[in-house]
């Protein structure tokens, strides 16, 4: 399955043009990954060291795909996502900047997760990524790609939030299709779908 860059139908066109001037040049363009890494700095408290979170409720950047990072930078700087944490740190960021530091986070591994899922889990999460297809947005391996996130072994917590905000259609979303996806998971599939993707290597 191939994906080309969503140009987004449910967002203003300020926010529209913002997002493509920022987002879509990305593959085209050189990164600077040294300049993200000085910016990055900044971002260590919160995300841990290279993107490692070790805060239940702050999710990992390390091996994000470049343009879902960039795309989520753009939408907390333009206000469309908001979080009181997140939003200021967003906030001062150039199209450059922003660039630059997600090609940093993308470049960096992610840590073997630390949490271990439960055995009931681990054989009806798989079921349940086919059954939704979460695979066939977020990949076979639930890596991500493109604008579309990694999910294998981001933090539990934060992943059981974000499920139950995009349910809810609390959780800012680009085009849609996460939150359309999200509506026919009960909250036992998200408690599965959080314990499992948490710990997937
Ligand atoms: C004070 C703590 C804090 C700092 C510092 C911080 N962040 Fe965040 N960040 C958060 C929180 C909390 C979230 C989750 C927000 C939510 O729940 O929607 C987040 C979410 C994100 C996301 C979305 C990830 C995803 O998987 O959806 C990106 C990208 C991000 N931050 C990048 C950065 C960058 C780049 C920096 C440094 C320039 C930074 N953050 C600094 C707290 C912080
Ligand atoms: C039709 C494609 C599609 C399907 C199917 C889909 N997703 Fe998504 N998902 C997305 C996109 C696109 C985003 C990014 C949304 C945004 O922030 O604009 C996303 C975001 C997420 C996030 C937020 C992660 C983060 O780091 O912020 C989680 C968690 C998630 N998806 C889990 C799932 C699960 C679990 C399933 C299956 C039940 C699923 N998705 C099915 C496209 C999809």
Redesign the pocket.
Known sequence: MTFTVVVPRAVAAPLAAALLAAASPFSARAADIAAGEQKAQACAACHGASGNSANPAV?SLAGQPAQFIA??LV?FREGQ?KDAQMSPMAAGLTNTDLNNIAAYFAAQKLSPPKHSTTAANAEAGPR??QQ???T???GPGLLGQQ???R?AG?QMEY?RT??RG?KASTR????G??TS??QA?TEADIAV?ADY?SGLK
Do not use: V
């Not at 800012?172 to 085009?175: N, S, T």
């Open positions: 999710p795309t989520q939408m996502r349940l990524t939704y297809n979460c066939q947005c977020h604008h579309i996130p999910l981001q992943l974000q499920l995009f800012f979303d680009m085009d299709q996460m996806a999200a998971l779908l993707l």
